[in-house]
C-alpha cells in the first residue's frame, strides 16, 4: 500500500462492495454523482445504483486493493485493485473525484 491515506468515501466503496451492501455503497456518491465504465456512463445515484446492479454487487464483484495514490487534482485518488467475481475479473485502476467526502466522479478505463 502507498503512503496516501484511504479517504472513507473510497473506503466504503470498497468495503460496501465486498460486504454485498448496496445501500451502502450508493450512499457512497454524491446525489450528482457521474460514473463512467470505459465509455459507459451513468448519472447520479440512480445511475450509481443501476450499474452497481449490472456490474458491481449484481456480479458478486470482489476488490483487492493492492494501493492508492494521489491523483493530479485536488481531492482526486487513483485505486490500484484486483477485480473477481462472476463479471470483469483482473487488474484494474479506478479513478476517484471527492467532493464534499463522497465520491462525486468514478472513472474505470
Known amino acids: ?3 496516501t491515506a484511504m479517504p472513507e ?3 466504503a466503496f470498497v468495503d460496501t462492495t465486498n460486504a454485498g451492501d448496496s445501500e451502502g455503497f450508493v450512499a457512497a456518491f454524491t446525489e450528482d454523482a457521474y460514473l463512467n465504465d ?3 456512463e451513468f448519472h447520479g445515484r ?3 445504483a ?3 446492479e449490472t456490474d458491481n ?4 464483484a470482489h476488490f483487492d486493493v493492492h494501493g492508492i495514490r494521489a491523483g493530479r487534482m485536488p481531492e482526486q485518488y487513483l485505486l490500484t485493485v484486483t ?3 462472476d463479471g470483469y475479473n483482473g487488474p484494474g485502476v479506478f ?3 471527492l467532493r464534499d467526502g463522497l465520491i462525486a466522479r468514478f472513472l474505470i478505463a
Not at 454487487?57 to 458478486?60: E, P, Q
Open 1 to 3: 500500500m502507498s503512503d
Open 83 to 85: 477485480v473477481s467475481g
Open 50 to 52: 443501476s450499474w452497481n
Open 95 to 97: 479513478t476517484f473525484d
Open 46 to 48: 440512480d445511475g450509481v
Open 38 to 40: 470505459w465509455g459507459r
Open 57 to 60: 454487487i449484481g456480479r458478486n
Open 9 to 11: 468515501a473510497v473506503r
